[in-house]
Structure formats: structure tokens, C-alpha cells
């Protein structure tokens, strides 16, 4: 399944076992970065910046790959904030029905 910031506040179905691929526009050199604050219910088996080309510090996308730890229904919940802060710049929240594995 693939999800990107468009998909903030939508609820989707995903089998148990099956990969969530999540895109999210980042600028890293502002100090504002993604986290997974899900990580109870998502394990993270990858995670990867694509930068843009031009011009230099210009945002650039971050990958997330996640695979749901149980079925049921789940909340995948990203933050963006700088490390140092505990208050989010802005959350990400994605509803997910996930089937048990046949």
C-alpha cells in the first residue's frame, strides 16, 4: 500500500503482513524531521531521504516502510518536529483496518 501526505485523516484496508510504503515531504536541513510515533502497532523496516536536486536545502521526500505488527484496527501516526522539542510542528494521522492473515 502507498500513502503520502495526501492521505492525512482517511481511513484505508491493508492485509495483515502487507507493506506500507508512506511518502512525506521533508526539509532536514530546518531541523524538522518525520517520526513514526506508532511504533507499538508498526514495525519500521525502512526509512530513506530522497533529496531534491535544486536549489540546495530545497524540501525533498522521505520514504517510510512499515509493516502492521497485528490486525485490527490501527492508528498509523507520523510527527514532524525538530528533535529537540516535544511539541509536533505537525502530525500525520492515517486509519487502518488491517484483515488477519488467511
Do not use: H
Request: aromatic share 6%; glycine share 8%.
Amino acid at each position: 500500500m502507498e500513502l503520502s501526505d495526501g492521505d492525512a485523516g482517511t481511513r484505508r484496508e491493508l492485509r495483515a503482513g502487507e507493506t506500507i510504503s508512506i511518502a512525506l515531504s521533508e526539509s532536514p536541513t530546518t531541523g524538522y524531521r518525520w517520526e513514526l510515533a506508532s511504533p507499538d502497532d508498526f514495525e519500521e523496516i525502512g526509512d530513506r531521504t530522497i533529496a531534491a536536486t535544486l536549489p540546495p536545502g530545497a524540501p525533498g521526500t522521505r520514504l517510510f516502510l512499515l509493516r502492521p505488527r497485528r490486525s485490527g484496527s490501527l492508528r498509523l501516526r507520523f510527527v514532524k518536529r525538530r528533535r529537540w522539542e516535544r511539541t509536533a510542528a505537525e502530525e500525520l494521522v492515517v486509519d487502518l483496518d488491517v484483515a488477519a492473515a488467511e
